[in-house]
């Protein structure tokens, strides 16, 4: 039942917020690029990505052009069998990743999924808790005089921006990494491209890896979010012998701390995935 009471029904709404933004995060992280917003968006990086396909065969050549150049100190040394078919291979595989391109970080997108799967599988947690505030604190509040209550509106209103920051933070941080990934998308062809010289190949290289960590930044959040769910599922004690203040301080102090430590893991995500990739 709701209560009718200001106060209790402000924390209560940050923190049904708090769990919609937290749904939301689980729902993104099991969301395919084609899934999402109903794959108008995933449309339209495909066909920049075909348009971008054809830039990328033509640097293809130039940079094939530069790495023999490079590797060949002259046309007696070209001839040789064993460089003629090793720089024909790299140029068949520099044309085969920018026409393939996007099949192989499909793949790589498919095996991150499985990832993330196995661990909410795992973990036996698919999806974010509600949160609420418990029964003999909300008690305590509604008891409350008008005058008594003043310091805890004040008290309430903080709470509710610090939740309602952290929830945006969150959601923008997650939706940031499906922004990464559909742009990664869209320009691979020509990242891609520098395989043909060797000279170049470490653009190509540091391309892959990156994209890598961006899809494992979804494995790091998602374990994050276990972690905090599996927190949640025991609150804080709440001492009923303490003041109405006092209890909503001690609570919700350590609820939000648990929270912040959340956001600080997923925004840093991508750092602890670039650490431990060495990039």
């Not at 968006?41 to 033509?58: N, R, S």
């Not at 720089?87 to 991150?112: D, S």
Request: glycine share 8%; proline share 3%; hydrophobic share 55%.
């Amino acid at each position: 039942m709701e209560s009718s009471n200001w106060i209790v029904e402000n924390i209560e709404n940050a923190l049904k917020t708090w769990s919609e933004k937290l749904d939301e995060v689980w729902t993104l992280l099991t969301t395919t690029p084609k899934e999402f917003r109903g794959g108008g968006i995933w449309e339209v990086i495909l066909t920049i990505h075909g348009a971008v396909q054809g830039i990328a065969l033509a640097l293809l050549v130039l940079f094939f052009l530069v790495g023999v150049v490079k590797t060949c100190g002259s046309i007696a040394e070209l001839k040789r069998p064993e460089v003629a078919i090793k720089i024909l291979v790299r140029f068949i595989i520099a044309k085969a990743l920018i026409t393939y391109g996007l099949e192989l970080m499909l793949a790589l997108f498919a095996i991150v999924q499985g990832i993330i799967a196995t661990i909410m599988r795992t973990s036996g947690i698919m999806g974010a808790a509600g949160m609420s505030m418990p029964s003999e604190m909300v008690s305590k509040i509604e008891g409350l005089g008008f005058l008594a209550s003043i310091p805890l509106w004040a008290v309430s209103l903080i709470i509710c921006l610090v939740i309602w920051v952290l929830s945006i933070i969150i959601i923008l941080t997650v939706y940031g990494r499906f922004f990464k990934i559909y742009i990664y998308t869209a320009i691979a062809p020509i990242p891609l491209s520098t395989f043909a010289g060797e000279p170049t190949q470490s653009i190509g290289i540091s391309f892959l890896k990156s994209y890598c960590a961006v899809l494992l930044e979804g494995a790091v959040i998602i374990l994050a979010c276990v972690i905090f769910s599996l927190f949640a599922a025991s609150p804080p004690v709440v001492n009923s012998s303490a003041s109405a203040v006092s209890q909503v301080w001690s609570y919700f102090g350590e609820l939000i701390l648990s929270m912040l430590i959340l956001v600080g893991v997923v925004k840093m995500a991508d750092r602890i995935i670039r650490e431990m990739l060495g990039l």
